[in-house]
């Protein structure tokens, strides 16, 4: 049986670090906005950041943790614990070999990297994002120890520790840009960004060492756990590359449109839709992916079922009240943020329209990433990259008829990209019910319930947000935020109460027992 209270309690931990990791990130983007804007060295910064994590998604990515989290617990499982140890670290010496030969060949290549993805920046935009690049290439590096490490202690049940590690590197970069800002240049901002990520790494090696873990420098390429996962890492490596080939198409196109403009207003917009889209998600299946890659060891899937459909009613619980209050609020919700020093209202005025489409994508984003770790815990990587594929397929095609062909502007890139996820999404539902049967007449009943909820909500918002104006002052800005964003929520739950949404009426009883 499950220890509720110590469940809760991880849980709020887990979202809570990542809420704080969140508004540290947006933190350190709000900062840089006020000091470079949208120019171009702002435009050659998003370029050069945005290219290791795009090669680390696409060499690595979400095969780091999907597909060595049910192996090794599998290991685990059935009590062969110094074979999942050798395992672990052939894993980790693997994938810091691989990072390594990427990050050498990206640094080699930077010029030509950088032309290819951000071709349409002006010059001096893109000679100063070669430079910035080769800086930032290291950081995949760390990116990929820190994930695989995160992976090794949830799978030994800590959970708090791996929540954290972005609230550090975040850190980092708010404590450097408060003081030194321009100081020392957009050089040192890149040097920066790197020792915040290397601290991704270092402040996991502690509980590492209290776990008893102990790292070799072994290379068993036989050893039967590492064809397991690389079995399952190519499919999985193939469904995560939604979001990186959204993003190099995106950066692509954009760098041709508002005088390159539109690359930094796309990347402002993205984080804030990931603050809050990402917060409970990634909390929710970081913590069960262990727990239901042991489950499917079992024959019995009974409880696997479970906690993967109550994974899935939770965030789009959480996720339909954020989404509607983002389409009705964006525009006061970017003038809250960023609105301040080099970025003004025409950047402003960008950033909200991005806002506007990706918006419209936060749920698709939340229930594909739940039901991909569902499927990523039977080891069954290949529906989920065929799915991941057509999705792909769809998003090149809708971002070149918007843009080149109907000419749409970065709206087009943004909704192209919350499309094809929400087709994802909808198509890994329809596949996980055929297998599992996990859909019935309540869940049916549940999203009849929320789109009533979610329209009363926008209403209610859009409402009070018409009905007051407090001005543009910082006070302003803060109640012309908060005074109909606060009606929205309370609306949401009062409907929810009365239409008797389980997740809602529930949370007191749940509450109650976490502190028995």
Not at 150 to 179: C, D, K, R, W
Request: hydrophobic residues 55%; charged residues 15%; proline residues 3%.
């Amino acid at each position: 049986m499950l220890n509720v209270k110590n469940v809760f309690k991880t849980a709020g931990f887990m979202i809570l670090a990542t809420l704080l990791a969140k508004i540290m990130g947006m933190y350190r983007e709000v900062l840089f906005a006020s000091l470079y804007g949208t120019d171009y060295i702002a435009q050659a910064f998003s370029t050069a950041s945005r290219i290791p994590l795009l090669f680390f998604d696409i060499a690595l990515g979400a095969a780091i943790s999907s597909a060595f989290i049910p192996v090794f617990n599998e290991y685990l499982e059935k009590g062969q614990k110094e074979e999942a140890l050798r395992y672990s670290n052939t894993f980790l010496n693997g994938i810091l070999l691989i990072t390594g030969i990427i990050c050498a060949v990206g640094i080699l290549f930077s010029s030509q990297i950088v032309s290819l993805i951000g071709g349409g920046l002006s010059q001096d935009a893109k000679s100063l994002a070669s430079q910035l690049v080769i800086i930032l290439f290291p950081t995949m590096i760390f990116t990929a120890f820190a994930y695989a490490i995160a992976g090794i202690l949830q799978s030994f049940g800590e959970f708090n520790v791996p929540a954290a590690i972005s609230l550090v590197s975040n850190g980092i970069m708010v404590i450097y840009l408060l003081t030194a800002g321009k100081k020392f240049g957009i050089h040192a901002i890149a040097v920066a960004m790197l020792v915040g990520w290397a601290f991704q790494v270092l402040i996991q090696i502690p509980s590492l060492v209290k776990k008893k873990y102990r790292y070799r420098l072994v290379l068993d390429f036989k050893n039967e756990g590492i064809r397991k996962s690389a079995k399952l890492a190519l499919p999985i490596l193939i469904s995560s590359w939604m979001q990186p080939i959204n993003s190099m198409i995106n950066i692509n196109l954009a760098s041709g449109l508002n005088g390159g403009q539109a690359v930094p207003a796309l990347d402002y917009a993205n984080k804030l839709y990931i603050i809050f889209v990402g917060v409970l998600t990634y909390a929710i299946s970081n913590m069960i992916f262990p727990s239901i890659s042991r489950m499917a060891v079992n024959e019995d899937k009974s409880e696997f079922k479970d906690v993967v459909l109550k994974a899935v009613r939770a965030v789009i619980v959480i996720i339909v009240p954020v989404m509607v209050l983002f389409l009705i609020l964006r525009v006061p919700l970017v003038r809250f943020v960023f609105e301040r020093g080099e970025f003004g209202a025409d950047s402003t005025a960008l950033t909200a329209q991005a806002l506007l489409f990706y918006s419209l994508g936060m749920l698709g984003f939340g229930i594909q990433e739940i039901l991909n770790k569902a499927f990523y815990s039977t080891q069954d990587a290949k529906t989920p990259m065929y799915i991941a594929m057509g999705g792909i397929a769809l998003n090149i095609i809708l971002c070149f008829t918007l843009i080149k062909g109907l000419q749409t502007g970065l709206g087009g890139l943004a909704f192209s990209a919350s499309v094809a996820s929400t087709v994802i999404a909808a198509v890994l539902l329809i596949m996980i019910h055929r297998r599992y049967h996990l859909l019935n007449r309540n869940f049916a009943l549940l999203l009849l319930k929320l789109a009533v909820c979610a329209a009363v909500t926008g209403v209610g918002a859009w409402f009070v947000s018409n009905a007051f104006d407090f001005g543009s002052s910082f006070i302003g800005k803060i109640l012309n935020l908060a005074v109909p964003g606060f009606a929205g929520v309370i609306l949401y739950f009062v409907m929810a109460l009365l239409f008797r949404v389980e997740e809602v009426t529930g949370l007191p009883a749940l509450l109650k027992r976490s502190k028995q």
